[in-house]
């Protein structure tokens, strides 16, 4: 058992909290928000995370967690604090890094002891060393500390379950004491664990999301090519995938990447290459052929309704930047229901569990009840999320709600062949319209 201290009630701190303290350790979350820590205190989680809630109420009931606004409290005996705030894209798209600077100050302030600071926010290469800067700097008096980088490399949707069961740990610092007590918190995972400096560590996490990015915009990018010439990015991805070396993951072409990480990342990442002089083009495409999906939706459906969009109504089903979460953060659908709008559409959406989150950033989209009373006088479907419930819809019924029947799927959810058979327009991401290839 060990004493810790997690700063930031976020996704990423919340799930990390939670999973040590359910491993057995004592943990103590901080965060500045004394509305979620009420919440939190109350023992409801201010996020949606599959399994999170009960996590959080069973380890409180144990006496294993725990919830504050103060660091002197949460500071009082820990051994290890883990700074997990947000770092939001800045103007220029770097990483804005004013939480963990507040937070370095606070940890600096309020520790009476020698501790060691762990990084698990993703933060650009460097942060490390200007975290314990800043620390120094900011101490009343001089007290023993180490910086540690420890990347996250978890899912929204299934943190919790990529945190207890990681491909790895990664894990740098200047000190391999601190490096090694890291370590050692980790080995009830039984993973490997890769020890390295602190730049490196910070650079593994900034490469891996961007190469997850990149498989993402590659996969789009083919699906864009096979449209034209008649051919299934979905029978290809599966044909790739079962080459080990390029693997069947992240290979599932749609309106492209969302959430608070890729697309913040890459665009931090290319702006670590650009000011320090270097020409990051592959960065840029996965950019670019992002944002061309969302397009490629809109192009779609203008075209699907007669060449204008105006006036016509379009209902998105799902608005989570992806399934089992809430979050919309860069999520495609909010960001097409913007350019469907400029085109003068009516925009109507549902989603099961982030319409609460969209009804507070976009009061003009019209909510709908469930996917049935979207499509009621809907002129147009466009899927923008992949929500189990919409994989088993019922069809006929569906059909008979629309005037024109036409769906756009931008995540490849349904069969074209069943979709036809039901008399749907329907047009998929990278794959032949009817016709093109004998269909
Ligand atoms: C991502 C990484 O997967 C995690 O390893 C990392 O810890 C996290 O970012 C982070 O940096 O904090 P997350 O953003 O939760 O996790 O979501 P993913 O499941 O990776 O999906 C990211 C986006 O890619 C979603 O918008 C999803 O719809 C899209 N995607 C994913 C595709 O368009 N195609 C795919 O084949 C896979």
Known sequence: MRNIAVAGTGYVGLSTGTCFADMGNNVTC???SEEKIAMLQRGEAPIYEPGLNEMIVRNMKAGRLHFTTSYDEA???VEFIFICVGTPSGVDGEADLQYVRMAAESVA???THPLIVINKSTVPVGTGDWVADIVRRSQPEPMDFAVVSCPEFTREGSALYDFMNPDRV?????????AEKVAQLHLPLRTRIIMTDLRTAEMIKYASNA??????????EIAVICEKLGADVQEV?????????????????GLGYGGSCFPKDVKALEHMALVHGSHPALLRAVIDINRDMRRWAVYNLRELLGGKLDGKRIGLMGLAFKPNTDDIREA????IAHMLRNEGAHVSGYDPVAMKNVARVDNQMRLSEDAYDLADGA???????????FKQLDLPRLRSLMGNALIVDGRNIYDPAIMAHHGFVYRAVGRAQAGNNGN
Do not use: Y
């Not at 190469?211 to 789009?220: C, R």
């Not at 995938?241 to 992240?250: H, P, V």
């Not at 147009?380 to 999320?385: E, F, H, K």
């Open 170 to 178: 990664v894990i740098g610092s200047r000190s391999p004491e601190a």
């Open 109 to 111: 302030h309020a520790m």
């Open 237 to 253: 991805a599966e044909g790739m995938g079962f080459d080990r070396r390029i693997g069947a993951q992240f290979l599932n072409a």
């Open 379 to 389: 002129d147009a479907l466009l899927v923008c999320t992949e929500w189990n419930e």
């Open 75 to 77: 500071l009082k005996d």
């Open 30 to 32: 901080i965060d500045i």
């Open 332 to 335: 495609p659908a909010l960001e």
């Open 211 to 220: 190469f997850l990015a990149t498989k993402i915009s590659f996969i789009n």
